[in-house]
């Protein structure tokens, strides 16, 4: 099996990961990545891009001013609907990031880096590229704690529950 393969059979994975984010950030308001590193707060901005796998309207795109919160995302999560592609704000310890990414190839685009003001250029540059290494640090945290439920059947059958509630009450 090639790698093109192997990524579009694993593609669902990045759905639901971007999904259970969506559903934690409106939860708690805060999404907790390594138990011993700070939560992180998310809100999803426009536009959002839900796709199912079957069905003749396998795709909405919602935009707008607060597209995740609106009565089509609703419905489109009660089809059976993933989150597929978000723009999103991300925020932890006070360092805001700004970014779209693809759950299905965890692609990050449009990322808005904080410029960290006037400094001599060395420094600027080494204070950027140290958040885009909080960045990838952080993304990679949130993703290994859903890899660890979506890993432990009893506690994914909670979370997964809860997520239908979410769904059902959204």
């Given at each position: ?33 390594r ?15 839900l796709?199912a ?87 990679g ?30």
């Open positions: 099996m090639g790698v093109l393969e192997l990524i579009q059979q694993k593609a669902f994975l990045g759905r639901e990961f971007m999904t259970w984010l969506w559903f934690r950030a409106e939860r708690d308001g805060m999404v907790q990545g138990p011993q590193e700070p939560a992180v707060g998310i809100e999803l901005l426009g536009p959002v891009l796709d796998q079957y069905g003749d309207a396998r795709v909405s795109t919602l935009k707008g001013e607060s597209p995740a919160t609106s009565p089509e995302a609703r419905t489109a999560l009660l089809e059976g609907k993933k989150l597929r592609r978000a723009r999103m704000r991300m925020e932890r310890e006070g360092v805001e990031w700004v970014l779209t990414v693809d759950g299905e190839t965890f692609a990050v685009s449009g990322l808005g880096v904080p410029n960290p003001g006037r400094m001599p250029f060395a420094d600027s540059l080494a204070i950027r590229a140290s958040m885009l290494f909080d960045l990838e640090r952080t993304l945290g949130l993703f290994d704690e859903f890899v660890r439920l979506r890993l432990d059947a009893a506690q994914w059958t909670v979370e997964l529950d809860a997520i239908h509630d979410w769904v059902r009450k959204k």
